[in-house]
Each structure stands twice: as C-alpha cells, then as structure tokens.
C-alpha cells in the first residue's frame, strides 16, 4: 500500500476515533485511534513513539494478567 494512501487512512479513522470516544463510545473509538496511529507511523514519529508506548503497556498487561489469572494460580 503507498504511503499517501496510508496517511490518507491515518487521518481519516484519528478524528473519527477521537470522536467516537468523545461522544462515550470508546469501544469503538479507541480502536480507531490506535489503528490510525499504525498508519500514521509511516510519517510521524509521535505516531511511532506512541505505538512503541501502547506496545509497551499491552506487554506489561499481558503478563500482569497472567500472572493475576493464569494457569495454576488457585487465588479466589
């Protein structure tokens, strides 16, 4: 895909997710924002930092989870 066209996408799908999640349906929102900030890396580095940040949390999370609910953890 070009990267006009993937800018294009990125700034089409961030202002429809900001306001998707402006207007309490963050469900839908904060997927958005986050799909167009992957498109959007091509050009911005505040784009690509921000994806390394949530890539970041959503590691920590998953191995916060696991740990919290995962196999062979008897805690009620």
Known sequence: MPNFLKLIIGFIL???G???TLI???EFGVPLILI???FLA????WARTFNIWVD???KEFK???KKKFGK???NP
């Open 42 to 45: 091509v050009r911005f580095k």
């Open 63 to 65: 191995v916060w989870f």
């Open 56 to 58: 970041k949390k959503y």
């Open 18 to 20: 900001v306001f998707l």
């Open 72 to 74: 062979g953890n008897n």
């Open 36 to 38: 167009s900030t992957r």
């Open 14 to 16: 961030l202002p429809v």
């Open 24 to 26: 309490f349906i963050p």
